[in-house]
């Protein structure tokens, strides 16, 4: 730490403002303004974004607009701290991380570590948030905890979308947009005033496109858009100090998303006789058996883009997403009062072919719902005292929110043939170490052949392999094989091995009320002391009822020490712990802030703080966590995660450009981790040990410390040479690792599938992160029109997608390139554009995970001795492919 702050301090003298920001193109800049300069509300004031002592990356809309952003997501290109993926839906799936932290996966039961406000209503999930931004007036990107006056759920920062705010002069807007994969967007809104106290705007967008990934089954495109969204405000000012601001939106998606690759090359990777770690191409038996079966699994280059999925099935997200909030802003003297009141009510009921393949393993069938339904209360009194040398705010907020889900994944029709094969793969690797080889035959009943299981002999130290090979193979229940003939040996004749499927139901409901402190002491008229804290109240009570369908044989083999070694293929619902279980959390924590701020000269800004931030614990909302031998809903819960954050920066705003440095230290405890090791998700908050641990790989909870630091430094520059030019540049260095040694909540050992963790960067946390933008608006003579010529790039170094790193899924660093050319009417009436996204089509992967139920192992573990084989199947969820189109603009 004390390299890194002594490294900050050196660099205090480059001080800056924000990245991404567009100057006004056609006007002329007096000597002593700054064409860069926007208003924020970062501090919940509006405030010149250069005065403001907080790493923040300010978004214009025209900055928007011209790399071609229309959600969250595509934020990345212009702030680099900032990165935004999609995994299994982009519906509530999508993942945000500032500096490298995140909140990973799907689980509905985790928070956001980093929160989405959009007009100053909090979205109850970063994924829920993404979503068409409609015409927008700016996106602030806060980086570090922000508690204090954001709550509870901003741990590692908060994206903050204010969008385009109701005027009383009569403006409108539309646009057309037509691209490659049939893609096609509208958009347009209208402002204006009703009388000269009331004005209102209407926005709405619709866009629909082909998808990027082929089903080679169905012929049809997978990963598409189909999506829309309106927006309407109200505006009333009765008297020049009361503001009122009601506000309704809504936005459908119906789309098949989201479909994946699978990676390449296949292959096992073991030990030879030697000891050596050695990998085995085109020897992977679970990859044979599968495209034996008819997974059609495609073996070729992943970004072909081509997938084969089991007929009939899909990838269905439908989602509603509704909400209306009413802003009101009181000014009486030196005091205003701000009150927000909202209610959200997002939906997304989905369908998927869980198993990625043609083979039909496991699907939802349609049916799976998740609901987030959320009321929001927000009041703020904010003033000035002591001759305006106190800027004081203090606030209350109380929300409720009920979040329902709804899980039908469901078996199907090869499940049984599949699990018949892999078990019998087992086998036959000790059939042919005694002379016995092709006991695996996937053309037979029960996947194996009857005249090799016949032969094994009939001595004691064969009787692992001679029992089950003939108990599938027929000899023992004569005509029934595999699986049939367990469910007949342990008397249950014409029961499947797993049933048909789960119907697990989930109601949680979360009650919060929180209330904050923020204000800024001028000691002198150069150093400014900021104090703020804010107190939590949490309660979380979760029903759950978990309910299988049919009468599996899973509970009596895994009971039944004779057939243990029939559970090859792990029971992914485990009818063992079905029942109705209740639980109630229960947590308060105190967050705060302590910013020095010192300002030498009305250009330099330089600060020094420390920030507390806290995320809410909860329950783990799947099944898979409860215990079969004694299930309780205690195995359900996770803690709270809070972290310690140190900044220094600076921020210099001159003539023709802005500079800004921050130096960054984070420390978390019981950092929340969310992981897939291809049959369960697993939840675990891990901490670092103090001592070296003990056999069993655990710490004394009093020698645990934080488990996960964050440090380095961040550079944003724009830079305004002359008139109608404007540069951006962005440099973050993230270091962002576990801590070594690692463990779990109170010192129990890591679960085996986070073997690979202590010590290295987590997952989606690249080291390096450099933007950069360029656009140039030139007039064209004395036509008063004007052209645009525009390009920005991203460059990341690599990453481990998957968060168990495995090394299987390193994606490479890579850039990507947007570029945008136009011509633009006299007082851009009119412009006309064409457009190009991931110009240089790069190939990258957004997240790779175990392909569920596809082998097992990695060769990060065989490696370090943690496994004898890794021969898992790996998918990948793919960035998008290069995009191209024209559009084309209107204004009045």
Request: glycine fraction near 10%; include cysteine.
């Amino acid at each position: 730490m004390r390299s890194l702050l002594l490294t900050s301090a050196a660099l205090l003298a480059f001080a800056g403002a924000a990245h991404a920001q567009t100057a006004p193109a056609t006007q002329p800049v007096a000597a002593d303004e700054n064409p860069g300069e926007i208003i924020v509300t970062a501090t919940k004031r509006a405030q010149r974004l250069s005065d403001v002592p907080i790493a923040v990356s300010a978004v214009t809309a025209e900055s928007l607009q011209n790399s071609g952003a229309t959600d969250i997501r595509q934020l990345n290109q212009l702030s680099p701290s900032l990165l935004v993926s999609s995994t299994s839906s982009e519906a509530g799936a999508g993942v945000a991380r500032i500096r490298g932290i995140g909140t990973v996966g799907d689980n509905p039961g985790l928070e956001s570590s980093v929160a989405v406000f959009i007009d100053g209503v909090y979205r109850s999930r970063s994924g829920v948030g993404l979503t068409e931004l409609g015409e927008i007036d700016r996106i602030e990107v806060l980086r570090g905890p922000q508690g204090t006056l954001f709550g509870r759920n901003a741990s590692a920062g908060l994206i903050n979308v204010i969008t385009a705010q109701p005027k009383f002069e009569t403006q409108g807007n539309a646009e057309v947009s037509y691209g490659n994969y049939d893609y096609w967007r509208v958009a347009g809104g209208i402002t204006g005033g009703l009388t000269d106290k009331i004005a209102v705007r209407l926005d709405g967008v619709y866009t629909k496109r082909d998808g990027f990934i082929k089903d080679l089954t169905s012929g049809r495109g997978l990963n598409n858009r189909d999506r829309y969204l309106l927006r309407g405000k109200v505006l009333f000012e009765p008297t020049d100090d009361v503001s009122i601001l009601l506000t309704a939106d809504y936005a459908s998606r119906k789309e098949e998303c989201c479909a994946s690759t699978y990676d390449t090359p296949f292959g096992t990777t073991t030990r030879d006789a030697s000891g050596n770690v050695v990998f085995l191409p085109n020897a992977n038996s679970v990859l044979n058996i599968l495209n034996q079966l008819g997974g059609n699994i495609q073996i070729a280059d992943r970004y072909k883009r081509e997938t084969a999925i089991t007929p009939g099935r899909g990838y269905q997200s439908d989602v509603k997403d509704y909400g209306f909030s009413g802003e009101l802003n009181w000014q009486f003297g030196d005091t205003k009062l701000t009150s927000i009141t909202a209610y959200r009510d997002w939906k997304v009921t989905s369908g998927q072919d869980a198993d990625f393949m043609a083979l039909d393993v496991l699907y939802r069938p349609g049916g799976a719902k998740r609901q987030f339904r959320t009321f929001s209360q927000e009041l703020r009194l904010n003033g000035t005292a002591f001759d305006d040398r106190l800027d004081w705010l203090v606030g209350g907020y109380y929300a409720d929110e009920k979040l329902d889900v709804t899980d039908n994944l469901a078996y199907g029709a090869d499940y049984q043939r599949y699990a018949n094969c892999l078990v019998v793969n087992g086998l036959s690797g000790v059939a042919a170490s005694i002379g016995l080889p092709g006991l695996l035959s996937t053309s037979q009943p029960g996947c194996i052949s009857q005249t090799v299981a016949a032969a094994i002999p009939d001595v004691p130290a064969l009787a692992g392999l001679r029992g089950p090979a003939r108990l599938f193979a027929g000899l023992t229940v004569p005509g029934l094989f595999g699986y049939d003939a367990v469910a007949a040996a342990v008397g249950q004749p014409g029961n499947s091995l797993v049933g048909d499927g789960l119907n697990d139901r989930y109601r949680q409901n979360s009650r919060n009320y929180a209330f904050f402190t923020h204000n800024v002491i001028d000691i002198t008229d150069k150093l400014s002391l900021t104090l703020g804290a804010r107190y939590t109240n949490e309660r979380k009570e979760v029903f759950a009822n978990l309910a299988s369908v049919g009468n599996p044989l899973c509970g009596a083999i895994q009971t039944n020490p004779a057939l243990a070694g029939l559970a090859t293929l792990p029971c992914v619902i485990n009818n063992r712990v079905n029942g109705a279980y209740t639980g109630i959390k229960k947590e308060d924590k105190f967050s705060g802030t302590v910013v020095v701020s010192f300002k030498p000269t009305d250009r330099l800004l330089t600060y020094a703080s420390y920030s507390r931030g806290y995320k809410a614990g909860g329950f783990n909302l799947d099944r898979s966590a409860l215990l079969p031998s004694a299930p309780n809903i205690n195995q359900l819960t996770f803690e709270p995660e809070t972290v310690n954050a140190f900044e220094l920066g600076a921020k210099l705003r001159g003539r023709e450009f802005n500079l800004n440095i921050a130096g960054f230290y984070q420390e978390f405890s019981n950092f929340q981790l969310n992981t897939f090791n291809g049959v369960n998700f697993l939840v675990e908050n891990t901490t670092g040990c103090k001592t070296a641990l003990a056999a069993n790989g655990s710490c004394a909870p009093g020698d645990t410390k934080a488990g996960v630091v964050s440090k380095g430094v961040e550079i944003e520059a724009n830079i305004f040479p002359i008139d109608n030019v404007v540069f951006n540049l962005g440099l973050t260095v993230a270091d962002t690792k576990y801590r070594k040694p690692l463990v779990g909540l109170n010192g129990r050992p890591l679960p085996g599938a986070l073997a690979l963790l202590p010590g290295e960067r987590l997952s989606n946390a690249p080291l390096y992160v450099a933007t950069t933008s360029f656009a140039w608006m030139p007039p064209i003579g004395d036509t008063g029109m004007s052209a645009l010529f525009y390009v920005d790039m991203r460059y990341q170094s690599e990453i481990r997608t998957g968060s168990d790193l495995f090394p299987e899924k390193t994606q490479q660093g890579f850039a990507v390139v947007n570029a945008r050319v136009g011509l633009n009417g006299k007082d851009k009436r009119w412009s006309v554009e064409a457009w190009a996204q991931n110009l240089l089509n790069e190939k990258f992967t957004q997240v790779g995970f175990n392909t569920p139920l596809q082998g097992g192992g990695s060769a990060g573990l065989v490696e370090r001795g943690l496994g004898t084989v890794g021969n898992t199947l790996f998918s990948s969820f793919l960035g998008e492919p290069r995009t191209y189109g024209i559009t084309v603009k209107t204004k009045f």
